[in-house]
């Protein structure tokens, strides 16, 4: 009888073991989704929990399919120590990730390495009116040192702070190619980040501060443009804001609430 027994935790053993080492990719897409609230998920997934690779979509439309978010596709490895509560996870991408980022920590609390990753500037016109309509083009880079996270309910908090930097920016309604470079710096305070937008160098100045919280923007800024571009940027000045003047100056006023 107890030999029946010991073959038997054995052969539960190894069942248990087998079953955990080949854990489908898809498993990871399921934890990404219930701690962004359903408002990320992963394409494509392919390979196992602990080596695997897929893209990063938004959450499934109708007929359920997922469209891309970010260039590439991610793949990471992650240690087996998650099991007693150590996270040890490699993620690269070559085309969205200047260099592979690690994430480290615990089943609650993490810490991600410096990091620069690639964002498509087409993204920028969900922010809604009057970006939708200028559909900007140009060269975004997400870049951060390293970011402290917590797990809170449905959310994830963040301390730390990123550099969201805009190259060579256009637009389709500029006669002007590019129209400038700016930079906006994120503190993050939890699930809150202070914003502040400046412009680097260009025809088109841009400036302002707002908040970021639990994916609400409220912001409230400026643009006008640059000495000897007044005319040419009228027309698309007109259409990112309500004119007034400040110092015998044209300001449209930039307001996301």
Known sequence: MRRSLGWLVVVALAIALTVLVFLPASWLGTMVERQTGGRLTLGDAQGTLWHGSAFVGGAPGEGG??????PGRFSWRLSPLVLVGHVDMQLENPQA????????GSWSEWQLSKGQLLLPAEGLAGLGAPLNTLVPSGVIR?????????????????????TLSMSDMGSRMAPIKP??????VMDWRGQQADLVLRTVRGALLLSGNGTLQNGRL????????????????????????QRRMVNGKNIIALEFR
């Open 65 to 70: 399919a997922v469209t891309p978010l970010l």
């Open 97 to 104: 990730l200047a260099a592979p980022v690690a994430l480290t």
């Open 142 to 162: 997400l870049s951060w040192n390293r970011l402290d996270l917590v797990r809170l309910p449905g959310s994830v908090a963040v301390t730390g702070r990123t």
């Open 179 to 184: 129209l400038g470079s700016y930079e906006m």
């Open 218 to 241: 409220r912001f409230s800024g400026q643009a006008s443009a640059a000495d000897g571009y007044e005319d040419t940027l009228g027309n698309m000045l007109n259409l990112l804001g």
